[in-house]
Structure formats: structure tokens, C-alpha cells
């Protein structure tokens, strides 16, 4: 790097020295400044625009993922004046003055920052397996789960039984059931079923064994859906960031013998694959212009006569 | 983008995996007994390249975070034990199970397989065995003379002898549930065999609590549907496109990288 932030500085202090190769050397620094900086710019968007990808890539993989809910990247202009105070910058800002009709606030050094992975917890359409283990949830709602690192959260409903009778998911984590009274252990909320062939689940969750009714299945949500994140094999886990506690799911249906699909839909993830695609070749080409915008300062500009 | 050319990959992998399951059960649609297989998918785990909280300003912390998922894998194949359509089939040993429950056969090296498949036959000693010759437990003899075989829908088999207006009781067919029927092992010859996961055989006499009930001169052929493989194979071979578009959106990325000088 020609004029890395640290070394400005020491450029105004060398200006001074050099006070009648001042114009000529500002405009020397402001020219490899600015290209140097742009070419960070453009590979910012070129790393966001690879991000992009590697999530379109793993929507499209799980397009046939039961339950699965696509991810999309979040973008957004980051500039450095708002990170650093004004005396670490080194420059000034420029004030808003008529001058400066438009205050450019750190504009001119700004990056593409990856805000963050949004997830669409929008429905995916279900079909019919017939299997009565095959529990499908339309609306807002998760199912609890136990897993070895502690209670998760998901919508896969394919599940299915383990040795013992009890219903379970594909990975063998025991489904839990609405707590009946407070602090209640966890294994007795398991569903047990044995080698009852009448099973039913209502709409609502509540369970129907042979011929009783024996609970109701744990269904929760978030007001903000956000406080779930991904944890891989269709488990979400809590959000430590977002203060948004669990509460009972009200408005949701349980579809008993029915998968959800994947609310991927392989039209639009195709044609953002594209436009990501084109997005990248750009920000190359951009750092392409600034590579020659340099090669001419250096071959041409300084060119010793 | 690396990482997505492996996420595309592993997209890849698992659309093969399906296509195979799929493969499979068109082939066997005219098996008798056979129970369609349904591949299942997951996530594979997330990659946080930025957690939330951090801090990306003077007074700002990221809320969400950056995740970026690494693929699909390949959670199960399941057998769909729904029943099959039945067929009459006017022969004397074929028997189908209307509901739940398998037969029981003894393998050549002792051990006990469970089947749907009911197509069963007289062996040159008079036992009743399976096409392969895996022996029906309980075992039944036929006795040589014995002309018509009854088999009741609660299993009895009954035969009538030369010179005997009485039918005869040789024997007691009695069919295995499980727990979780899903758990079996399917090893072939229309075969399954028990796992932990399945949990151990409960024996029962049929029609009898939730066995099914036996219907004799009939067969169940199997349970795969024609038209849904169809579907299945088409969306199937459509994800596999698309998952290699994928590799060659990133390929193209990459050689945009490399001409970059």
C-alpha cells in the first residue's frame, strides 16, 4: 500500500517540510489515496457479493430440505468517519458550508459491510406423506425439542420413533410436550407412544394415544422471529442479542401425515444467482480501472525524463 | 465462494442420493410386498463469519450477525409401511397381511427376517418357505397327502386329508410388530431385519388387537405410486440442474477472480 491511514500524518508533516512541493505533492497523494482506497471499496463489494453466493448456494442445496427457511445476506454502506472519532481519522471532516452543499461525512471512504443473515420464516407448502409421524406446522410456531446441547427449537415435523416407543426426531432427540406445571423434569414431558398403532395429533397439538388423551405437543414462537438462529440438521437456537423471550404459539395448525417443504423458491434464487454473479464481474472490473488508474502514476506520471 | 461450490456439491450429492431412492422404488413397483423408500433431508451447520453483537460502530453492535449455511446432507431413508394395494391371486399358499405385522422367516444361518411378502410355497418336505427357502416360523409341514389349504384370517392353517371330510388344524401362522417399524433393516429378498432402533419383535396371532388380518389367495403388491415417483424424479433431476448452475455461477466468479491480471 502506497498511502496506508497510519502513514497520513506523517505525509501532512512531510508536506510542510517540502512546503513548495506541497500543491504537487497533494495532488500525488489525493490521486494514490483515492485509488487506493477505492480498491478496497470495490473488494468489499466483491466479498459481500461472495457471501451473497455461498448463502444462494445453501438455499438452493436445501431446496428439498423438509421445513427448511431460506436465508438472504443484508448489505449496507459502512463509513469509516462513523467508526472513528475525528481526531483518530487525521483528517478533518469537512463542515457542511456552502462549499460543501452535500457534507460527504467519510462518504469517499466507505465499504459494503455485511449487515447481517436474515432469516424468511415465511410457509412452505406442504404434501401429503401419509405417515402419522409426519406432523406439518402451517402458521407461526416451532416444535421443542431436546437435543444433547439443550433444548432447541424446530419446524421439521418428520418424525419418527425410537426403541423405547417414545416420538423423536430424525436425529433420535425426544419431542417434548407442553409443561403441565411449572419446573417440570423434562423426560416426562417426552411423548410416549409405545406400540400403540392410534395415534392422532388435532390441529391445536393435543395428542390422542390409543384412546386417550395424554398432552398436548409444546408449540412456541417469538414476537421477533430474529431470536432464532440456525444451528444446522433443521434446529434453531436462541439469540443471546435479541431480548425476545418464547411464548406459546396461538396462531398455527398442525397438519397430521403432511411434510413442509422448503419455502425456497428456485426462480428467485436463480435469478439473484445471477445478478450476484454479474455484481461480482463488475466490482472486478472496478479493481481492474483502479489497478490501471495506478499503472499509469507509476509508469507514466513518474516517468523520469 | 469456494464454500459455495462445495455447498453446490453437497446439493449435488444429495439430489443423486434421491434420485437413487427413487430409481429404486420404479423398479420394484411390481415387487410384491415392497415398501416405497423416502430419502429425507438437513442443514448441514453454519458457518458464523460475524457473531452477533459485535460491535460495528461507536455506539452500534450488530443485532443478527453473519451465518452462512455449508450444505445439505442426506438424515434418512425411510421405508413408507403403508399398505399396498391387494390382489387376488386364487393360489392357495399366497397370503397378504391386511395391516400391520410381518411374517417371520428363518434365514439358511439361523437368524429371523421379517417380510410383507406372503408369496409362500411347500418345500420338498412339506414345510412352508418363502421363494428363497427361508423356513416359516412357527414352523407348519404340510402333510403330503393333504389337499386343500385353508388359512383363516386369524392365521390358522387347516388342510384336508385323503379319506377326511374334517379339515384339519397343522398349524398357527403369527405375525411380528415393532415399535418403530421404520428402524428395520431392509437387507434384500424382500427381507427386513430387526435393529435396536426398531425395537424387539412383539408376536401376536393375526386379527387379533392391532395385527393385521390374513387373507388367503391374495397378494399385496406394492406400495409405490407411479405417478408421485414421477413428480418426485422430475423435481429431483431439476434441483440437480440447478445445483450444478450453481457450480458454474461460481466457476464463473472464480475465473473473474483469475483474470483479475
Avoid at chain 1, 100 to 126: E, M, R
Avoid at chain 2, 5 to 34: K, P, R, V, W, Y
Amino acid at each position: 500500500m502506497l498511502c496506508p491511514d497510519a502513514n497520513y500524518n506523517e505525509l501532512n508533516r512531510t508536506r510542510k517540510k517540502l512546503g513548495r512541493w506541497s500543491s504537487r505533492h497533494t495532488l500525488c497523494s489525493s490521486l494514490q489515496c483515492m485509488s487506493m482506497k477505492g480498491i478496497y471499496t470495490a473488494v468489499s463489494g466483491a466479498m459481500a457479493q461472495s457471501d451473497k453466493m455461498d448463502t444462494i448456494a445453501n438455499n438452493i442445496a436445501n431446496a428439498d430440505t423438509p421445513a427448511f427457511k431460506r436465508d438472504e445476506q443484508i448489505f449496507r454502506e459502512y463509513l469509516t468517519s462513523y467508526e472513528k472519532q475525528e481526531e483518530a481519522v487525521g483528517s478533518t471532516k469537512i463542515p457542511d458550508s456552502i462549499d460543501s452543499f452535500y457534507p460527504i461525512n467519510g462518504g469517499d471512504k466507505s465499504y459494503v459491510d455485511s449487515a447481517g443473515t436474515s432469516t424468511s420464516f415465511t410457509q412452505g407448502s406442504l404434501i401429503v406423506s401419509n405417515n402419522p409421524l409426519d406432523v406439518a406446522i402451517e402458521g407461526d410456531a416451532f416444535f421443542e425439542v431436546l437435543t444433547p446441547n439443550g433444548v432447541r427449537w424446530t419446524r421439521n415435523g418428520g418424525f419418527t420413533l425410537n426403541q423405547l416407543g417414545e416420538l423423536v426426531t430424525k436425529q433420535g432427540y425426544p419431542v417434548l410436550m407442553q409443561e403441565q406445571r411449572p419446573e417440570q423434569p423434562l423426560p416426562s414431558r417426552y411423548v410416549r407412544i409405545g406400540n400403540e398403532p392410534n395415534f392422532s395429533v388435532s390441529n391445536q397439538g393435543h395428542l390422542k394415544i390409543g384412546d386417550q388423551f395424554t398432552g398436548k405437543l409444546s408449540l412456541v414462537t417469538a414476537e421477533d422471529k430474529d431470536v432464532f438462529q440456525k444451528e444446522g440438521n433443521s434446529f434453531y437456537r436462541l439469540r443471546e442479542t435479541i431480548n425476545s423471550p418464547v411464548v406459546q404459539a396461538t396462531k398455527f395448525k398442525l397438519h397430521q401425515g403432511s411434510v413442509e417443504k422448503s419455502n425456497v423458491n428456485l426462480v428467485s434464487e436463480m435469478t439473484d444467482m445471477i445478478k450476484t454473479s454479474r455484481i461480482f464481474e463488475s466490482t472486478q472490473k472496478a479493481i481492474q480501472a483502479y489497478d490501471q488508474m495506478n499503472g499509469k502514476l507509476v509508469n507514466d506520471v513518474t516517468r523520469l525524463k | 465462494m469456494i464454500k459455495s461450490l462445495h455447498t453446490a456439491a453437497t446439493g449435488m450429492q444429495a439430489q443423486q442420493t434421491n434420485m437413487d431412492t427413487i430409481a429404486n422404488n420404479i423398479a420394484n413397483t411390481g415387487t410384491t410386498g415392497f415398501k416405497k423408500t423416502r430419502a429425507e433431508f438437513e442443514d448441514l451447520l453454519y458457518q458464523n463469519i460475524k457473531e452477533p453483537g459485535t460491535a460495528t460502530g461507536l455506539n452500534a453492535v450488530s443485532p443478527t450477525g453473519v451465518q452462512v449455511g455449508l450444505g445439505v446432507k442426506t438424515a434418512a431413508t425411510q421405508k413408507d409401511f403403508s399398505l399396498g394395494s391387494l390382489q387376488i391371486t386364487n393360489r392357495d399358499l399366497d397370503v397378504a397381511i391386511n395391516g400391520k405385522g410381518f411374517l417371520q422367516m428363518q434365514k439358511s444361518d439361523g437368524t429371523i427376517a421379517y417380510t410383507r411378502n406372503g408369496e409362500l410355497h411347500r418345500s420338498a418336505d412339506g414345510r412352508i418357505v418363502d421363494f428363497n427357502g427361508n423356513v416359516l416360523q412357527p414352523e407348519i409341514a404340510i402333510p403330503a397327502d393333504a389337499s386343500d389349504v385353508t388359512i383363516s384370517p386369524e392365521g390358522e392353517v387347516s388342510v384336508l386329508t385323503t379319506g377326511s371330510q374334517v379339515p384339519q388344524v397343522i398349524g398357527q401362522i403369527e405375525l411380528a410388530t415393532f415399535v418403530n417399524p421404520t428402524g428395520l433393516k431392509a437387507v434384500g429378498g424382500n427381507l427386513f431385519l430387526a435393529t435396536p432402533a426398531s425395537g424387539d419383535p412383539v408376536v401376536g396371532n393375526p386379527n387379533q388387537g392391532h395385527y393385521g388380518a390374513l387373507g388367503q389367495r391374495e397378494l399385496e403388491s406394492s406400495n409405490v405410486n407411479i405417478v408421485e415417483e414421477m413428480v418426485n424424479m422430475i423435481t429431483t433431476q431439476r434441483a440437480y440442474e440447478t445445483n450444478s448452475k450453481v457450480i458454474q455461477a461460481s466457476d464463473q466468479m472464480l475465473q473473474a477472480l483469475t483474470h483479475l491480471r
